[in-house]
């Protein structure tokens, strides 16, 4: 445990079990060590926390500090590669480090160790002050605040505006009837998956190189369907690279692409509007365009409705009841698109891999 006197991130990175993996997948949380709830007893190990200025990290030059390791072709940390840079980090500093020296870009820290991340979530308090990806926050809030209208989301929210966000949506999507609702519709999405892995496996049962777009494929037909209502045939046989589900999934990617160029390295895009900015803002318009598509016809189909249902309602038709400003559902399912068909697709592949491993072993 370090003890820091002022407000600096912690970014948490949830680290495979298996160093051994060639590539491993992580998850960037960040949370500000300010949101310690101030009545809750302090816990016996801090007495004999060591100071920040010893925990591990790359070490800040004089004036640059350490801004030259993100330059291309220079510095030691853009020269990690992506789908190993936790792991690599790790592996020179260690299960806790920090990045410091970066202007206009708050100290941070990454910890590995499942128990450390777990300390730190217990000890953030019901409105937790998190450091969220700065490009999403200001692509919603002042890019296309005439859009958003300073509803940001679980995503880019602090503090009690968080808490508030959350309990509205969660209340919806949380009740254990709303989960039974979905189990059949689910079951369905991955039984066509399934029938998918049959069709494109060659003869020695082996997928293609290409795998990874179908796991997006599958994660997003899954969400899409608890966030929007709708089955859009991302598992298709004859699915068109030009098809609706096939873009929306690119662009989804894209925006992962551009948030990681944005967040970990130098900001030149916020004093400049750069390619991959430009790029960013590009794939967020179509994504949100895509989630009001939905939500109106979900809007539409409720006028329609003359009297209740005899059926339960949907998660998307509870919210938009419950609060018929659009907004929130939309902001809702674009949550659930940027965090969760990231997360399907790495879920499975790594255990894919350590699996292909054992039985090749």
């Known amino acids: 445990m370090l003890r820091q006197g002022v407000c600096g991130s912690r970014s948490l990175v949830v680290r495979s079990q298996n160093a051994a993996l060639p590539n491993i997948s992580a998850r960037t949380l960040k949370r500000c060590n300010s949101t310690m709830v101030a009545t809750q007893a302090r816990p016996e190990e801090w007495d004999y926390a060591k100071p920040f200025e010893d925990m591990p990290g790359p070490k800040p030059l004089p004036i640059i500090g350490n801004t030259w390791r993100f330059i291309p072709h220079i510095g030691d940390l853009y020269r990690l590669r992506e789908e190993s840079y936790h792991r690599d980090l790790y592996e020179k500093y260690g299960k806790i480090m920090k990045i410091t ?12 160790d499942p128990d450390d991340i777990e300390k730190v979530f217990r000890n953030e308090g019901p409105w937790p002050i998190r450091e969220t990806a700065k490009s999403i926050t200001y692509y919603r809030l002042f890019t296309r605040k005439d859009i958003f209208q300073g509803v940001g989301g679980v995503i880019v929210t602090q503090g009690e505006t968080w808490q508030k966000f959350r309990s509205k949506v969660n209340h919806t999507m949380m009740q254990p009837k709303s989960t039974k609702l979905y189990v059949a519709p689910i079951d369905s999405v991955a039984n066509d998956f399934l029938k998918r892995i049959r069709l494109i496996r060659d003869e020695n049962l082996e997928m293609p190189d290409d795998f990874a777009n179908e796991l997006c494929k599958w994660g997003f037909e899954s969400i899409v369907y608890i966030a929007l209502d709708t089955r859009l045939g991302c598992l298709d046989a004859d699915l068109a690279p030009d098809s609706e589900p096939q873009k929306m999934i690119n662009y989804t990617q894209v925006q992962f692409e551009c948030v990681h160029k944005l967040e970990t390295k130098f900001p030149v895009w916020k004093y400049v509007s750069t390619p991959t900015w430009r790029k960013f803002v590009k794939a967020s318009d ?35 009841i419950t609060d018929p400003d659009p907004k929130t559902a939309m902001v809702m399912a674009l949550d659930m698109m940027e965090a969760g068909i990231d997360t399907v697709t790495n879920s499975i592949k790594s255990p894919s891999r350590v699996v292909n491993d054992c039985v090749s072993w």
């Open 101 to 112: 020296g970066i202007p206009g870009v708050k100290n941070i820290v990454i910890v590995f």
């Open 286 to 320: 179509v994504c949100a365009e895509f989630s009001l598509k939905y939500i109106n016809q979900a809007m539409e189909r409720l006028k329609a409705m003359t009297e209740v249902p005899d059926r339960e309602l949907t998660v998307l038709e509870k919210l938009l």
